[in-house]
Nanobody, 124 residues
Framework: QVQLVESGGGLVQAGGSLRLSCAAN????????MGWFRQAPGKERMFVAF????????LYADSVKGRFSISSDNAKNTVDLQMNNLKPEDTAVYYC?????????????????WGQGTQVTVSS
């Protein structure tokens, strides 16, 4: 079992920045990388970003391209999500997740382990 613990959420004004971190404990060798998803009130959980453990591949949802940056530290088993120029529509609970060896990077079904979520609120 891989356990994931997120940190770094909070309240920020529009245009501000936040950095989310996710620490993975357990057999991460069974995973191909880490992703971030978010769920706004009353909406489905959506893909935000994915990165391989090597850090060589990073993929983003169109809505966050150019504003968010995902990075991984394979030695520490951590993944960060740097969020800049935040908008009120970025308000959501953000989840980190560990992706298995198959599936599509933007699909929840490809991820075997999930964190508990951290709240990000962007005020206008």
């Amino acid at each position: 079992q891989v356990q994931l613990v997120e940190s770094g959420g909070g309240l920020v004004q529009a245009g501000g920045s936040l950095r989310l971190s996710c620490a993975a404990n357990g057999p991460t060798f069974s995973t191909s990388g880490m992703g971030w998803f978010r769920q706004a009130p009353g909406k489905e959980r959506m893909f935000v970003a994915f990165v391989t453990w090597s850090g060589l591949t990073a993929l983003y949802a169109d809505s966050v391209k150019g504003r968010f940056s995902i990075s991984s530290d394979n030695a520490k088993n951590t993944v960060d999500l740097q969020m800049n120029n935040l908008k009120p529509e970025d308000t959501a609970v953000y989840y980190c997740a560990a992706r298995g060896r198959g599936g599509t990077y933007y699909s929840e079904n490809a991820y075997n382990y999930w964190g508990q979520g951290t709240q990000v609120t962007v005020s206008s």
